[in-house]
């Protein structure tokens, strides 16, 4: 649990360098996702920092996938939203609504439920072709991406996020599914272009459409899917008696985190007084 809430705080914090530096690049001429957008935000030290911080916090997500069950961790990186939302508040000086403060006390009250009724991962490694399962999803998540510069901009931001969201629940899965670096198992490419086509699809919604729209899209794709897959076929379970509390703590958490969806970029330095969502 230690893992899974550093690992929050290192993404919760990323987001607010990266959305600054995704905010400050010159925007693309399409609708869609934009490549060079990514390599023109990877320029500013912020995106940087803030890639080196996803980078640790990556590997406090393995560990933390390792011992505890997907639905777990998927809560708590959802939960660096309420980091996020703490973080911009006192670095950029953003003002939080009684509701935003409410819903960081509320998401954490879920984690601790989650952390309460939780039980250690399941050892199943599901059927023969989740593996490959994995790399179908990544394949449909590009071709959503690329389909969503035909849509108006709210549900584009909400393609796109969803689509991100998709991309980050294939990597919680592939991190259970692999058991070392085998070169020949589908897990580990699903792994590597899941993650890629989540960072691509997340910083094009967030450069381009409704901060609020799209980190919701991305907070459902990440934990819902993915937790089903850890209880239905990876072995997830609860502690004896205690699986309405981690259902609850699940809902809450998740609840807490889309109130906070405003978040998923911190504003502008200077312009984020308001608690205006979007």
């Known amino acids: 649990m230690i893992c899974a809430f550093a690992s929050a705080i290192c993404y919760g914090t990323a987001s607010v360098l990266q959305a600054v530096a995704a905010r400050a690049s010159e925007p693309g001429t399409g609708g869609g996702v934009d490549v060079a957008l990514l390599w023109r935000a990877v320029r500013q030290w912020r995106y940087l920092a803030g890639?080196?911080?996803?980078?640790?916090?990556?590997?406090?997500?393995?560990?933390?996938l390792r011992t505890l069950p997907v639905y777990v961790v998927g809560a708590a990186l959802a939960a660096s939203l309420a980091v996020t939302a703490v973080v911009a508040s006192r670095v950029l000086r953003v003002r939080l609504s009684r509701v935003e403060r409410t819903a960081v006390a509320v998401v954490?009250?879920?984690?601790?439920?989650?952390?309460?009724?939780?039980?250690?991962?399941?050892?199943?490694?599901?059927?023969?072709?989740?593996?490959?399962?994995?790399?179908?999803?990544?394949g449909g998540i590009l071709l959503l991406g690329a389909a969503a510069g035909r849509l108006p901009e709210r549900p584009r931001a909400l393609v796109l996020g969803l689509g991100a969201g998709f991309g980050f629940g294939v990597v919680e899965v592939a991190v259970r599914l692999l058991d070392?670096?085998?070169?020949?198992?589908?897990?580990?490419?699903?792994?590597?272009?899941?993650?890629?086509?989540?960072?691509?699809?997340?910083?094009?919604?967030?450069?381009?459409?409704?901060?609020?729209?799209?980190?919701?899209?991305?907070?459902?794709?990440?934990?819902?899917?993915?937790?089903?897959?850890?209880?239905?076929?990876?072995?997830?379970?609860?502690?004896?008696?205690?699986?309405?509390?981690?259902?609850?703590?699940?809902?809450?958490?998740?609840?807490?985190?889309?109130?906070?969806?405003?978040?998923?970029e911190a504003p502008e330095p200077g312009a984020g007084r308001s608690h205006q969502p979007g």
């Open 51 to 64: 890639l080196c911080l996803d980078g640790l916090g990556f590997v406090l997500q393995v560990v933390a």
């Open 108 to 138: 954490c009250a879920g984690l601790a439920m989650l952390a309460l009724a939780s039980g250690r991962e399941g050892h199943r490694t599901g059927p023969a072709a989740l593996d490959w399962a994995l790399l179908a999803v990544v």
């Open 180 to 264: 070392g670096v085998d070169l020949t198992d589908p897990a580990l490419y699903a792994l590597l272009t899941g993650g890629g086509a989540a960072f691509l699809l997340l910083t094009s919604a967030l450069q381009r459409g409704s901060v609020t729209t799209a980190t919701a899209g991305m907070v459902l794709g990440e934990t819902i899917g993915p937790a089903a897959v850890g209880v239905a076929w990876l072995g997830d379970t609860t502690r004896p008696g205690l699986g309405w509390l981690a259902v609850t703590g699940f809902a809450v958490a998740v609840a807490g985190s889309l109130t906070l969806a405003r978040f998923g």
